[in-house]
């Protein structure tokens, strides 16, 4: 693990199981409106972070990549809040995104995970905690953690507590 600042961090994750694990630690710091962004490359590992985000934030839905139905909703247990989790991979146009009603759904009451985020850049709300995921080989994948500002930067300080104990 390397700090560089207080607004970011990388990490090598060496399983699947440890990157679910960060996951659930992220998950369980999440709060209605923010906003998580993976980006990375197709098999870097985002649909296996956002499983273990969804399983943090305590939904009983197992989480699943809306790659074909664009947006999942996944309700938290305890009170209902829900987590949105939106797949920008098909989106190819202003168009696209409009007609998807993202900008609409973005300013739902709920927790998000975007993947695929640098396709709806212009319409990202401008506090969010950016995780680029990149494939290094079979079993390990470097994730970096940008923080914009606000929130993001306390969510990140919170995840690197939990998940370090730093």
Not at 45 to 60: E, F, I, M, N, Q
Not at 140 to 159: D, V, Y
Request: overall charge negative; aromatic content about 10%.
């Amino acid at each position: 693990m390397a700090i560089l600042t207080d607004q970011s961090l990388d990490f090598i994750s060496s399983s699947e199981q440890q990157t679910m694990r960060l996951g659930v630690r992220l998950g369980e710091l999440l709060q209605p409106g923010d906003v998580l962004c993976f980006s990375g490359d197709l098999g870097a590992g985002k649909t296996v972070l956002a499983r273990g985000v969804g399983r943090g934030w305590g939904t009983a839905i197992r989480v699943t990549s809306p790659t074909f139905i664009l947006i999942n909703q996944y309700p938290r247990m305890h009170d209902d809040r829900v987590l949105y989790h939106i797949d920008c991979y098909r989106l190819e146009s202003e168009e696209d995104i409009i007609t998807a009603g993202l900008e609409d759904v973005l300013l739902a009451e709920g927790a998000f995970m975007i993947e695929w985020p640098e396709r709806i850049k212009d319409y990202l709300p401008v506090d969010h905690l950016w995780i680029e995921m990149s494939y290094v080989n079979e079993t390990r994948r470097k994730l970096r953690f940008i923080a914009s500002e606000g929130r993001s930067t306390e969510l990140l300080k919170a995840f690197r507590r939990s998940a370090f104990g730093v």
